[in-house]
């Protein structure tokens, strides 16, 4: 039910972190990956390692938030393997870290450039390879600060409960099309992306004490969710958020922390 084979997933801001883990966990599975990144040199060996490996994979630069990289993307892979079964909406931005009336207007357009209106771009490029050959599968990484807002990251928390709404109502359109639409909502991970939060060890601890399970996650404790959402295995789950999050959304002090109050 979890098999890949002959399947081709599109993977953005897969340099590195809970991008990478998703592609090297598809290419281990069957499937054909394309990734991008901003950057080619960032992204590349990526892709040289699943080669190496014995997988299929394609790295492609190219701007999340850009509409026509997105279309270019979509082609690259329609051109090298002949479908897109899976998009995995991953890369995002967060340039601004503080008070939520600290942010600027710039702040905002980069945030939702890539976060919201990137994620609706790749989707927009790749719905209709997926109408033609009869369905495919949707996934955009969200994130509890969609849920419960962040700290410091109003602008971030913000785009991430717009990515959910985006997945619910892309979901209930495209439906009839046998596209499945999900998201993914991580807790706190331990990649480059959330470094500024696992690095400080402040910050660190009060994550760690507020999550039932103790600590922060891996990016490949990821993979298990966008696996199941990418298979045959999720054919009757669309417009689900998938929490994975070691408990932190669940508002409750773990037990230790609670019987010390």
């Not at 909406?89 to 601004?96: E, F």
């Not at 959910?164 to 046998?178: C, S």
């Not at 298990?224 to 999720?234: E, H, R, W």
Request: hydrophobic content about 50%.
């Amino acid at each position: 039910m979890f098999d890949l084979t002959n399947k081709v997933a599109i993977i953005t801001g897969a340099s590195r972190g809970i991008g990478q883990a998703i592609a090297e966990a598809y290419a281990q599975a069957g499937a054909a990956v394309v990734l991008t990144s901003r950057k080619i040199e960032n992204v590349g060996p990526v892709a040289e390692g699943i080669r190496a490996a014995g997988g299929r994979a394609v790295a492609l630069a190219a701007h999340a938030g850009d509409q026509t990289a997105a279309i270019a993307v979509v082609q690259a892979a329609l051109t090298e393997f002949g479908r897109v079964d899976i998009l995995v909406n991953n890369a995002a931005a967060n340039p601004h870290f503080g008070p939520l009336l600290t942010a600027e207007a710039s702040h905002w357009d980069k945030i939702f450039e890539v976060n919201v209106k990137g994620y609706f771009f790749m989707i927009k490029a790749a719905a209709p390879a997926m109408q033609a050959q009869g369905g495919g599968k949707i996934i955009n990484m969200a994130s509890i600060a969609g849920i419960n807002p962040g700290p410091w990251m109003g602008v971030y928390s913000v785009s991430k409960a717009a990515v959910l709404m985006l997945t619910k109502a892309l979901a209930a359109e495209l439906a009839p099309a046998n596209i499945q639409v999900n998201a993914i909502a991580p807790g706190f991970v331990r990649t480059k992306f959330s470094a500024a939060l696992w690095t400080n060890p402040g910050l660190s601890a009060g994550i760690e004490k507020l999550t039932p399970a103790g600590r922060i996650a891996e990016p490949d404790e990821l993979t298990g969710a966008a696996l199941y959402l990418a298979s045959d295995a999720s054919s009757f789950t669309t417009g689900s958020v998938l929490v994975v999050d070691g408990g932190i959304a669940l508002g409750a002090l773990p037990l230790g922390l609670s019987a010390a109050r």
